[in-house]
């Protein structure tokens, strides 16, 4: 095999074990944590979670309570991880992801904007490709769905605008065939230029809540607090290091369950300006509240 065809396995192996995910080489021993990485079609590398010595969803009677959340968990990490860098999520299988590696080295931009839509996108249902783009970053719907429009307002927007970046939809056509289905042709989007650590903390509390709990989707919305979120009366700068939380609610879900489950992730909730709605909160960490 020639350094070529190793390399995207190699450069996986190195990534994952930067960021302290333990990679296993060979058979697996007995009740081993970690990831075993290897080389499928056409360069392409499966990453696979193993979790008590074994690879594979561990979902079942015979598995230990718990082991199922923990190994989603682990799959979450090392995608989290690779995108991170640029790499696109291929296929997801029920032994793990597979990831491309970047044909080059990416400009910032793309590699952020690719982060966001391959952390949370779904491999199948869209397929994004990221350029530069005038001094932002171009997103063109490359696979996935037959349906343009579905790929971009089901996938990327919300993915995109709850990363805190500014998004442009460009179409195509005049007149009135700005108006026919399927004529949204890209997006051209900026990362957050400011208050960039709060729009992460944002994005760690949403994965929090939508790992917890089922059926969370795009309904918590999570964002930096601004100064009109808080309650009249507040320091001028009260709002900095806070985040404002909203859940448009869900018939299986009470508020009450999330602000127990917040508070245990280390929050701090206060009543926002909006206080007589029940489901909107100011969230800050409990070791900086106010």
């Known amino acids: 095999m020639s350094t070529q065809q190793t390399l995207p396995l190699d450069l996986a192996r190195q990534i994952l074990a930067a960021a302290s995910l333990l990679v296993i080489e060979g058979t697996p021993p007995e009740g081993s944590r970690g990831y075993q990485v290897r080389e499928v079609a056409e360069g392409a590398v499966m990453v696979s979670p193993v979790l008590d010595g074994r690879i594979g969803p561990h979902a079942g009677a015979i598995f230990r309570t718990g082991a199922q959340d923990e190994w989603r968990g682990m799959n979450r990490a090392a995608r989290d991880v ?17 990831f491309r590696a970047p044909a080059g080295p990416l400009a910032p931009i793309v590699k952020e904007t690719v982060h966001v839509l391959e952390r949370d996108g779904s491999p199948g249902y869209a397929q994004f490709d990221v350029t530069p783009y005038m001094g932002a970053a171009r997103v063109d719907v490359t696979g996935g769905w ?76 999570m964002r930096p607090a601004l100064p009109e979120d808080l309650p009249e009366g507040s320091e001028p700068a009260a709002h900095l290091g806070a985040l404002f939380y909203r859940f448009d609610g869900h018939a299986i879900h009470h508020p009450q369950t999330f602000d127990d489950s917040l508070r245990e992730l280390g929050y701090d909730l206060q009543l926002s300006r909006h206080q007589w709605w029940h489901n909107i909160r100011i969230l800050r960490p409990v070791a900086v509240a106010q």
């Open 82 to 98: 690779l995108t991170a860098e640029g790499w696109q999520r291929t296929d997801n299988t029920w032994d793990g992801d597979v």
């Open 146 to 221: 037959n349906c343009r429009e579905l790929s971009i307002s089901d996938v990327a927007l919300p993915a995109l605008r709850a990363a805190g970046f500014s998004v442009d939809t460009v179409h195509e056509g005049e007149g009135s065939e700005l108006r026919q289905w399927g004529t949204l042709h890209h997006l051209v989007v900026r990362p957050p230029v400011e208050r960039r650590e709060e729009w992460a903390r944002a994005h760690t509390v949403r994965r929090f809540l939508q790992g917890r709990f089922t059926h969370v989707e795009w309904e918590v919305q």
